[in-house]
């Protein structure tokens, strides 16, 4: 891999992770714009670093919101940390059971399948649109509530439906303060990415060439840094209502992606 390309990736993951526009669907449109010719192990590791560089980001952002939970969670007893915990956990059902039984299949959907990005993309659209007309509340996320984002969380896996924008969207519309919704999005994932890192590094999937350090190293920054970015300026955007020019963002790249497929 280039080390332009594996920058201007890094970026596009580090910014479309937190933005609500579908980090795993510009990841796609980007390599199939770029002719990315990554052999499929290559392109894996890649993948995975750039994900870990995102989930450092979020860790970095919310440093003290999980101190303070991992603090309550150590002192073994029922308070807000523990439940709030519980809430992560409950969230992670739906997307642990997708990718233990239908991780193949989600893989066929991968690979510039760019005109499925495009529809997933307007459907994306359409989420932003609902939430960003919702009313602001104090509510903060239940238990049930949590899974439900968890579901929303899953279906996300889909290249081109965000994940940050489903899960917020999902969180709002069900009657959620917004800051709160952004929170619990983004803390909520952490876990999912280490795991799926985890699964990767111990299943021996990824294979690493010493001539592939330096894109990779400079794609990690280059997410990590972008990240920090996106991550802040979001939690700011759904405090503010401002979901509905995303929403115009993924209509107009979602068709263009379907436009494109046509082409191609």
């Known amino acids: 891999m280039e080390i332009i390309d594996a920058i201007i990736l890094g970026i596009i993951q580090g910014l479309t992770e937190f933005l609500p526009v579908s980090s795993s669907g510009h990841l796609e449109l980007g390599k199939a714009i770029l002719g990315d010719q990554s052999v499929p192990e290559e392109s894996l590791l890649f993948t995975v670093v750039l994900h ?13 919101d999980i101190l303070e939970i991992i603090k309550g969670v150590l002192k073994f007893k029922k308070n807000q ?9 409950i969230s992670m059902i739906p997307a642990v059971l997708v990718g233990l039984f239908f991780e193949e299949q989600l893989e066929k959907l991968f690979g510039s ?3 499925f990005v495009g529809f997933m993309l307007l459907i994306t659209a359409a989420l932003l649109w609902f939430a ?34 489903a899960t ?6 069900l009657g959620n303060d917004k800051t709160k919704a952004a929170r619990f999005s983004f803390l909520m994932v952490v ?4 795991g799926k ?68």
């Open 113 to 115: 399948n760019i005109m």
């Open 191 to 194: 876990p999912l990415i280490i």
């Open 197 to 264: 890192i985890a699964k990767d590094i111990l299943g021996g999937d990824l294979t690493f060439s010493s001539e592939n350090s330096v894109p990779l190293a400079l794609g990690f920054l280059a997410a990590f840094v972008s990240g920090l970015f996106a991550c802040t300026w979001m939690i700011s955007l759904v405090k503010k209502s401002k979901l509905t020019y995303f929403a115009v963002y993924c209509i107009l790249v979602g068709l263009l992606a379907i436009s494109f497929g046509f082409i191609k």
């Open 52 to 64: 870990f560089a995102t989930a450092l980001s979020t860790i970095v952002v919310f440093r003290k």
């Open 132 to 165: 960003d007309k919702a009313k602001s509340t104090r509510k903060s996320v239940s238990n049930s509530n949590a899974f439900v984002i968890g579901i929303a969380q899953a279906i996300a896996m889909l290249p081109g439906i965000s994940r940050s924008g």
């Open 81 to 89: 940390e523990t439940l709030f915990s519980f809430k992560i956990i």
């Open 168 to 173: 917020i969207s999902t969180s709002v519309l």
